[in-house]
């Protein structure tokens, strides 16, 4: 498996998770929940993406390398 498990601690339930390839092609988009959230990237090959994640209190994102 290749599964990412995010630990997200904010308060907004309309939190979304978009991933994207390096190229910056949408791939994946969901709403994320506070807690552990599991994101499978299984169907995906080894590569580089970047997790942007959108609450209310701002824009984050992440580089995630999948090998």
Known sequence: HSEIVLNYKGNDRNAQLYIYTIGGKLIH??????????IELSKYKSSVFVFKLVDDDGIYSQQVIKM
């Open 29 to 38: 988009q969901t709403l994320i929940e506070s807690g552990q959230n599991k």
